[in-house]
């Protein structure tokens, strides 16, 4: 009887350790997937990942390479907090959005325009963090005799009454550059059209779906202008086929004054990486939050970093860069985003669950602004 007790309690002291085992079995690593867009708007991610050490002695958070360009390990001190997998989406926000909407994508570099369209039409996301403002331009081709906006908008005129339509080519419909062009030429009294069939518009916006073909249907005349976000403007500007005759900030505002200091993109989120993966994803915020610190400090990071990920030439990200301003708070852009929304009602993009939002409706359905402050106070 003593030897079955004896076994018994061995049996016992077996299970408590092997629950104990159990119990102390780490968490599953989440793997967190990143898009971003080729443009040196998304200078912080470029940064954060070619300077790891940097990060790791000065903040404690920090990428680890596994694939460059595509997959990190993202730590906190010596703890690993997500696989971090990278995707490079060419066309635009939109695009990003739509991937965000399929559950491909968790965490957006995007610009704010796409992500309060795809909200509005109903995608679980939100916006928790600022990334720059401004950073866009509008480039004529290198013959039109324009030097500036009022010129270019002059130029326009004289064209439609010479029977003549203008075309200017647009990344995207719902990007920031889509969005800001129209509402530029709306405060000019320039009549636009989407559709080549109708001629009787001054102005034909043109879809080039993406950035890439810009430089060539300019060269080709096949484009009078282009609006742009960096670095393309220059790349254009620099290889002689076009000259950039405004910058975003310096665009009229249909609802008065120009679109100084304007948003551009930001870091978005989905609801459900927020809810299931709200660890790595503070954490990624954070590190780009570091990333825009040391940027400020050191344009060249900027620089370096934006050349190896994009293949620009120095000069170019240079003048680009320097018409960038890298800021990741939300404070002072959340009007401005508003306005944004109020500038696509007026374009009739607005048809879901902002369409007749007010302003703090609209606010709340856009911000996510307890994960803002966990990043800022973090």
Known sequence: ??????????????????????????????????????????????????????????????????KDKEEYELYKGDKKIANVKVIKVTEGGASIMNLMTQGQVDVALVGNPPVIFYIDKGTN??????????????????????????????????????GKQVK????????????????????????????????????????????????????Q??????????????????????????YSEDL?????????????????????ALKNKREAVITFAKLLKDATDEINKNKDLAVKASIRWLGTDEGVEKDSIAHIK?????????????KFVEAMKLQGLMSGKLKDASSEEAKNLIFDMQAYNEIMNG
């Open 125 to 162: 996301a939100k916006i928790i963090m600022n990334l720059h403002t401004e950073g866009s331009a509008v480039v004529v081709r290198s013959d039109i005799p324009a030097n500036n906006w009022k010129e270019f908008v002059n130029w326009i005129k004289e064209q439609h009454a010479n």
């Open 252 to 272: 009229p505002s249909s609802t008065g004054g120009k679109w100084t200091d304007h948003p551009c993109c930001c870091l978005a989120a989905s609801e459900d």
């Open 1 to 66: 009887m003593k030897k079955v007790y004896a076994v018994f309690a061995i049996l016992i002291s077996s299970l408590v350790l092997l629950a104990g085992c159990v119990q102390e079995k780490p968490s599953e690593i989440p793997t967190l997937t990143v898009a971003y867009l080729p443009t040196d708007h998304h200078a912080a991610l470029f940064v954060a990942c070619d300077n790891p050490d940097l990060f790791k002695n000065k903040y404690g958070i920090y990428l680890k390479a596994v």
């Open 326 to 338: 890298f800021d990741y708070r939300l404070d002072p852009v959340i009007p401005q985003v508003i």
């Open 168 to 219: 200017i080519g647009h990344p995207l419909p719902t990007s920031i550059q889509y969005v800001m062009i129209k509402d530029a030429l709306k405060a000019e009294g320039i009549t636009y059209t989407e559709d080549p069939n109708n001629k009787s518009a001054m102005v034909l916006l043109m879809n080039c779906k993406g950035q890439k073909t810009m430089p060539q249907m300019l060269a």
């Open 221 to 246: 005349k096949q484009l009078d202008a282009v609006i742009a976000w960096e670095p393309t403007p220059e790349i254009i500007n620099s290889k002689g086929i076009g000259k950039v005759i405004a």
